[in-house]
């Protein structure tokens, strides 16, 4: 393989990658929004509290997420959206690894 084959694989790469943190971070925005909402926003939490129990108890995920998760998920509202939306290498390695699943289906 030439190099220029390999550096044409490499910049695929990184644009598929890109296009799926993009896709994670609108999933997350739609995440806070449900939170912050005062009707349904305390049963979004319980939601994926649950989905980081569920990891915690079947060693699905890193202990580090589910206690970054947790944490995250029991901060003041303010904190929380912060948390979840920061652009940082943790905030993009949290969104990889996300109790917000079940919100993926619902109505954009």
Do not use: T
């Not at 695929?12 to 349904?40: F, G």
């Not at 569920?54 to 912060?82: D, T």
């Not at 905030?91 to 993926?104: A, C, E, M, Y």
């Amino acid at each position: 393989m030439s190099e220029a084959e390999v550096l044409e694989q490499r910049r695929q790469a990184r644009a598929a990658k890109h296009l799926v943190d993009e896709s994670l971070v609108n999933l997350h925005q739609k995440a806070v929004i449900a939170l912050l909402d005062p009707i349904e926003g305390a049963h979004v939490r319980e939601q994926a509290l649950e989905h980081v129990a569920k990891w915690e108890r079947g060693h699905l995920c890193n202990p580090r997420y589910v206690q970054a998760w947790r944490g995250i998920l029991n901060l003041p509202a303010a904190a929380m959206r912060a948390a979840i939306l920061r652009d940082d290498a943790e905030g993009i390695s949290l969104r990889q690894n996300s109790p917000f699943g079940f919100l993926v289906d619902r109505a954009r």
